[in-house]
């Protein structure tokens, strides 16, 4: 038993901030960030929450794929920055929708939290327990970054993307993925302090940290390792590929991705200029972009890759 995709949808905030605002406040330019990064601007949430994002999102994946809130029997959000500890996003997105009979719940595998939710849509379709399912990666970084930091809040932004689902026999689909919680120093954020009867801590709140360098050297090497992983289990040659969607953090990482797998770059579609990094959403934005554009066609076999905090990573070889 395998899952096929049956609708995609995305959602991203009105307003743009692009490298130029940001220099306006703060000690950065439009030549370092994109150099770095390949990022030019991003949208940032004014009056839209994760719940909000998730559910523009997932009514445009349902209507695409013709499927009614009420057939959905799960839905599963990745994120990191849901509104609420509870209820989870899944829950919200469920009220707003009236996805009466799903049973919801968030998983957190940062920026590989979509993948880490399509690993699980499969398991519960293999395992008889799901036949439609909306799967959804949200993100509002903008409320969790430390504005502070240049180093790093110039590369995230908001955004939402989900896709609906249905268990299919006649379908392949493979996934690799993987964490290593030996090295999640690398990035983290929001420590959640004791503070109870007898412990009292009153220090900030800390927002994402990361060691830039060290994210970009474990990402160059693990996105590779892991598409090689699936396309061996898939028995699927490079030449049938016809897109590789990898997580949109940077330019660079994905070039860099591209030369090590010894594929052309125009086989790696690409947004991180106008979104930025929308951790677990960027798969999903990027998928429906691609889709809407008329990319995909019935039958085209295409790879999704993510990596991130955790540190996590994941792949997916699907076919359209
Ligand atoms: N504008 C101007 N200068 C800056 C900025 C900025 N926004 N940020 C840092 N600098 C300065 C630093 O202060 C430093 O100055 P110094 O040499 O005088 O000390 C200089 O630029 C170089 O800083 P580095 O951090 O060494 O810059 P680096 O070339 O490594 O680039 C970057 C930083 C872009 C973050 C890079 O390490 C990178 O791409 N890492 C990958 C991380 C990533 O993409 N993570 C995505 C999020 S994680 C995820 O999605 C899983």
Redesign the pocket.
Known sequence: MAIRILGTGSYLPEKVVTNDELAQVM???DE??SS??GIRSRHISIADTSTTMAVKAAKKALEDGGVKPEELDHIFVATLSGDHATPSTSCEVQKEIGAVNAVCMDLNA??SGFVYALNTAMAYAKAGMGRKMLLIGVETLSKIMDWSD??TC??FGDGAGSVVVEADPSRKIYIDAGSDGMKGDV?TCEERHLNNLLVKDDSPMQQVQ?D??E??KF?VRIIPKSVNKILDAAGVSKDEIKYYIL?Q??R??IEAAARRLKEPIEKFPMNVDHCA?T?SATIPILLDEVHRNGMLKAGDKIILSG???GLTWGSVYLEW
């Open positions: 000690d950065t330019s370092w960030i770095r990064t940062a920026c240049r180093s110039v590369l990035l990361m830039g360098q994210v970009f990402a997580h953090a940077n660079r990482i990094n951790s990596f991130g905090g």
